[in-house]
């Protein structure tokens, strides 16, 4: 697609967008990770800059293997020794940049690329013929022994605007600097090739060169990244459209000056003239600067589809281990509630205490006679029965629930923990935090507090439905607040089905404060009661539960909203896919003072 230079910076700023989102994710494996801060990287350290000042710096770099002459290159295109060459190998280990004195401050301003990539490895030359609004640079050799050197070359390369590639024609098929030369293909970077070394026999040379020529074409690689520059005032073909080609830069062997220890001017004034005119056209240099800016966003295309797909691998991992921890909460919740049904869990003493209360023999003999006898008596009843052991039954009640609630929200931690331990994706995050194979902190507080707003609510609930009955507000015993703590009970101990002649504390207790709790407000009402202080119940449990859950969920991404951001990558990768070369804006007004800022 065609595109203009506002439409690339728009594109740059939506592609840093994604991939800053990308790295606030936890990233499944190093691989996947390391392919995020690459994008999120270059993206913010080179294209985006770069997208909003075409005017900054050209960076024109030197790529080459050792021994091809990149030094000597460079010495040969300032006219001065400013690159040491020689035999030691590697020869370049620092980054060596020249340009004009205007140009300086910029070159090593804070965020700029070069000072921001090298660091304390850039050298920087100032050369008063230097061309405006460019920095050539030599680069460590691209087959260096050194990893630190072949790493901080390819990083240059993805930051360059004009690539000049130095081979030798001895080394010119070598697999290495073949490599070089397709990552800056696929990246589209711009690029001129410069074979040094070329034998002085026409018929080898020729050889030379119709093999090289044929690799090329071969393998997609165009050399000519100053073609499309105009020709300059009173050249030949001055004033047309057609590109001037600047052949493959053949170096004759032995072409050495001695006094500046690089290529002598003549074999290297054709590459020089070339990088003195785009000094003196800015508009050519920002034509180049938005070529290369085109090539470098059409380049992420595969890294884009790759951390596209490492997000969607990471959506179905990260949902895997999502429904893990889903299933070992839920289980632990329907065992909890199963319990609490039960009410198994209750401690004997406090139903004693509720027993006492109730008034187990005599308010048997009364039931035995028919619930009408019960209402029409209970004024009497409860006026002969020892006061309410309210904050005794509810305090042993209530702990007896906290413990029952931690002990399963222990189990569902602890098989959690166990099974992410396992996964790379969270084996540190789980190795690193022991509070994650137990219930979290705070747990108990939050239920208890949450478990004390239950107790209330019932003890409403029973002054609404009870509210015009005055037998409730009848003697020191009875009120709402003691039938409240019958009807928590009622919640673990329904009765229904069971008669006065099973044993045991819990089905005697059960079955006498049911039949109290039916004699004040009656069987449908009481049901209902009972049902609405389950559901409130589970509901306080369930959200107690949900909160230690979210421990283990924010260790993970979400897997839908990963899954459309991987959908969103690769559709930026297949739109950077399809860029052409990008139509430049009105030249700008001659004589404007051009502003060359640090990108």
Do not use: C
């Not at 020869?91 to 965020?111: H, I, M, N, Q, S």
């Not at 004033?239 to 072409?255: F, M, N, V, Y």
């Not at 289980?331 to 006492?356: H, K, P, V, Y």
């Not at 028919?370 to 029409?376: A, D, E, F, P, Q």
């Amino acid at each position: 697609m065609a595109t203009t230079e506002p439409d690339l910076l728009a594109l740059a700023e939506r592609l840093e967008a994604l991939a800053v989102e990308r790295t606030l994710d936890p990233i499944v494996g190093e691989e996947g990770r390391r392919r995020a801060g690459q994008l999120r990287d270059h993206l913010a350290g080179h294209v985006v800059p770069r997208a909003r000042s075409l005017d900054a710096q050209l960076l024109v770099l030197l790529l080459g293997p050792t021994g091809a002459g990149k030094s000597s290159l460079v010495n040969g295109l300032v006219g001065r020794r400013v690159s040491a060459s020689g035999v030691l190998r590697p020869t370049t280990r620092d980054v060596v940049a020249v340009v004009g004195p205007a140009d300086r401050d910029a070159l090593l301003a804070e965020g700029a690329p070069l000072l921001t990539l090298a660091s304390a490895r850039l050298r920087v030359v100032t050369e008063e013929s230097s061309p405006p609004g460019i920095a050539l640079v030599d680069a460590p050799d691209v087959d260096s022994i050194e990893h630190a050197n072949r790493e901080l070359t390819d990083r240059l390369a993805e930051a360059a605007d004009l690539g000049i590639f130095v081979t030798t024609a001895t080394r010119y098929a070598d697999r290495v600097p073949w490599d070089v030369l397709l990552r800056a293909r696929d990246r589209g970077l711009p690029l001129v090739v410069v074979v040094n070394r070329m034998p002085v026999d026409r018929a080898d040379h020729e050889a030379v060169m119709r093999d090289l020529a044929r690799l090329l074409q071969e393998f997609g690689v165009d050399p000519g990244g100053l073609d499309e520059m105009a020709a300059p005032a009173g050249a030949e073909g001055a004033g047309s459209t057609t590109a001037r080609r600047l052949p493959i830069l053949a170096i004759p062997e032995g072409s050495i000056d001695d006094a500046i220890d690089g290529l002598s001017a003549e074999v290297v004034a054709p590459l020089r003239a070339r990088i003195d005119e785009l000094g003196r056209d800015r508009d050519a240099r920002r034509a180049l600067a938005a070529r290369a800016l085109a090539g470098s966003l059409s380049g992420l295309a595969p890294l884009l589809q790759r951390v596209g797909d490492d997000a969607e691998h990471e959506a179905i991992e990260a949902e895997a281990l999502r429904r893990s921890a889903q299933n070992a909460f839920e289980t632990e919740l329907r065992s909890l509630n199963d319990d609490l049904a039960r009410g198994t869990f209750l401690r004997a003493e406090a139903l004693r205490q509720w027993q006492q209360f109730v008034g187990a023999d005599e308010v048997t003999r009364l039931f035995s006679t028919g619930i009408g006898k019960v209402r029409g008596t209970l004024s009497a009843l409860i006026r002969g029965t020892p006061r309410a052991p309210v904050a005794e039954v509810r305090e042993d009640a209530l702990a007896d629930i906290l413990a029952l609630a931690r002990s399963h929200a222990a189990e569902a931690a602890r098989r959690t923990a166990a099974e992410w331990a396992d996964e790379a994706a969270t084996r540190d995050a789980i190795t690193d935090d022991p509070d994650l194979w137990g219930p979290s902190r705070g747990f108990d507080e939050r239920l208890s507090g949450r478990l004390e707003h239950w107790v209330e609510a019932i003890a409403e609930d029973v002054r609404a439905t009870g509210g015009g009955k005055r037998r409730l507000a009848r003697g020191a015993s009875v009120g709402v607040n003691a039938a409240g703590i019958g009807v928590m009970l009622a919640t673990f101990a329904h009765t229904g089905g069971i008669t006065g002649t099973e044993v045991g504390v819990a089905a005697a207790t059960g079955f006498l404060n049911q039949k109290l709790l039916e004699a004040l407000f009656g069987e449908a009402a009481l049901v209902e009661m009972i049902d609405r202080a389950r559901t409130r119940l589970r509901e306080a449990i369930a959200e107690t539960f949900e909160e230690d859950l979210g421990r283990y969920r924010r260790l993970v991404p979400d897997g839908a909203r990963l899954r459309d951001l991987a959908a969103r990558i690769r559709a930026a990768a297949l739109e950077v896919a399809s860029l052409q070369a990008p139509v430049p804006l009105e030249p700008r007004p001659a004589g404007e003072d051009p502003t060359v800022r640090a990108r």
